[in-house]
Antibody, heavy 121, light 110 residues
Framework: EVKLVESGGRVIRPGGSLRLSCAAS????????MSWVRQVPGKGLEWVSG????????VYADSVKGRFIISRDNAKNSLYLQMNSLRAEDTALYYC??????????????WGQGTMVTVSS | QSALTQPASVSGSPGQSITISCTGT?????????VSWYQQHPGSAPQLIIY???NRPSGVFSRFSGSKSGNTASLTISGLQAEDEADYYC??????????FGGGTRVTVL
């Protein structure tokens, strides 16, 4: 079964740091680009960051550039999102998503169930 | 960059066809071959229903079709069914290789 399972979400104070993880199974993880997409409950989708299959290219939304770092470990079939200098507006459900191709932009064909990050004092 | 523009809601009766528009600029939809559409039912993760403007992933019903003209992409649902009631989101790559989503459209089956 093709699966993405996110973890690491919790309540954290503004200015804090958090690392999200995504464990992939059921497909050849190293062949595909990956992204993180977030959604405030009841609101729309926002793409956060993407990484190419071999990690030699990473891209970020302006809203998180300079604060978040995406990475992957193909040997461990895992995707990560290091979130620094967290703000209230980063509060959302964070989805790990697999791309249709080796890039990060060609359609998000597999979605995890999401992990909730709440930034609040 | 601002989100792509979608109508907030679209409705139709069972069996009818509806079209959802997604308007951007020449820096995203107009210059991109990578336009996608997603369906999201309440409480569930989104599901990809169209990629590369017109392509359907395996398992997606043929009543879903995509197109693009200039800076506007469109999703058409032909033969609307009750289970099509959901939120729909478009997305596109941008000139800076980021990805941008539309604000979402709530489809109601009357």
């Amino acid at each position: 079964e093709v699966k993405l399972v996110e973890s690491g979400g919790r309540v954290i104070r503004p200015g804090g740091s958090l690392r999200l993880s995504c464990a992939a199974s059921g497909f050849s993880f190293g062949d595909y680009g990956m992204s993180w997409v977030r959604q405030v409950p009841g609101k729309g989708l926002e793409w956060v960051s993407g990484i190419k299959w071999n990690a030699d290219r990473t891209v970020y939304a302006d809203s998180v550039k300079g604060r978040f770092i995406i990475s992957r470990d193909n040997a461990k079939n895992s995707l990560y999102l290091q979130m620094n200098s967290l703000r209230a507006e980063d509060t959302a459900l964070y989805y790990c998503v697999r791309d249709h191709s080796s890039g990060w932009y060609d359609g998000f064909v597999i979605w995890g169930q999401g992990t909730m990050v709440t930034v609040s004092s | 960059q601002s989100a792509l523009t979608q109508p907030a809601s679209v409705s139709g009766s069972p069996g009818q066809s509806i079209t959802i528009s997604c308007t951007g600029t020449s820096s995203d939809i107009g210059g991109s071959d990578y336009v996608s559409w997603y369906q999201q039912h309440p409480g569930s993760a989104p599901q990809l229903i169209i990629y590369d403007v017109t392509n359907r992933p395996s398992g997606v019903f043929s009543r879903f079709s995509g197109s693009k003209s200039g800076n506007t992409a469109s999703l058409t649902i032909s033969g609307l069914q009750a289970e099509d009631e959901a939120d729909y989101y478009c997305s596109s790559t941008t000139a800076s290789t980021t990805v941008i989503f539309g604000g979402g459209t709530r489809v109601t089956v009357l």
